[in-house]
């Protein structure tokens, strides 16, 4: 279970938590999940939404009462959460290769830029608060990202509060606006190598014909990572 000693925030990311009308169940949660290191372990623990029923977009209230997220629902809920501590509401948003994209909150620490995410993918999960700036942050997702079809091609940080009064805190229902607003925001090219992201390519199908699952432990920079869910630390 992480720890919920709380490191201060660099004086230049702190921000007053606005006031919002939580009920008691999500009160009490907020008051539990002090950390980054908390809100990814209350994540890791939800099922990932698949979306069998259609496709969904619930913000924290959502995510709290149907007991399950994907990856923009997860940053969202984490935005929720870290803000009343003082956090200012961070995401970062990939662009990939094949329209297959992610979001995740991104937050500064004393020793660097750390990220709290939740994926199908055991390589896109959050990052310790140890990067020099998003770039870096950005950049360590990418041999993660890599599949089949997935390569990064660009990023964007972006603060929530631009949305203004809309409602992405506590908002019912499916929350669009904020998919529309990511993907129109103008993100930053990320150039790599073809040479390198082909041969990740290559490993990485030889690992699922041979094994039948997603990878995780032969990944570089893992000791950057955060604890992963259980469901992929069960496998090599």
């Known amino acids: 279970m992480p ?3 709380r490191l201060p925030l660099p004086r230049a990311d702190r921000t007053s938590p ?16 002090r950390t980054p290191d908390a809100v990814q372990h209350w994540l890791n623990a939800l099922p990932y939404n698949t ?21 923009l629902e997860a940053t969202l809920s984490a935005a ?45 999960h959050g990052r310790k608060p140890v990067f020099a700036t998003p770039r870096a942050l950005a950049l360590s997702y990418f ?11 660009a990023y964007a940080v972006v603060d929530l509060r631009v949305l203004g009064s809309y409602d992405w805190r506590l908002g019912e229902g499916n929350l669009w606006k904020v998919e529309r607003m990511l993907l129109d925001w103008p ?25 039948g699952y997603k990878p995780w432990k032969y990944y570089s920079g893992i000791e ?12 090599g």
Request: aromatic share 10%; glycine share 10%.
């Open 3 to 5: 720890t919920s000693k």
């Open 18 to 33: 606005p006031s919002i009308p939580l009920n008691a169940t999500e009160r009490r949660l907020v008051a539990r999940l």
């Open 51 to 71: 979306e069998q029923g259609g496709e969904t977009l619930r913000g924290f209230r959502g995510v709290v009462r149907t007991g399950t997220a994907h990856c």
């Open 80 to 124: 929720v959460i870290l803000e009343q501590h003082g956090y200012p509401p961070l995401v970062l948003s990939f662009e990939s290769i094949d329209l297959l994209d992610h979001v995740i909150f991104v937050y500064r620490g004393p020793n660097g830029w750390g990220s709290v995410a939740r994926s199908r993918d055991p390589g896109l």
């Open 143 to 153: 041999e993660g990202y890599i599949d089949f079809t997935g390569r990064i091609k």
């Open 187 to 211: 993100h930053r090219r990320i150039r790599s190598s073809d040479q390198r992201a082909d041969r990740l390519r290559r490993r990485y199908r030889a690992f699922m014909d041979t094994h």
């Open 224 to 235: 950057r990572w955060t604890e992963l869910p259980r469901v992929f630390r069960k496998k």
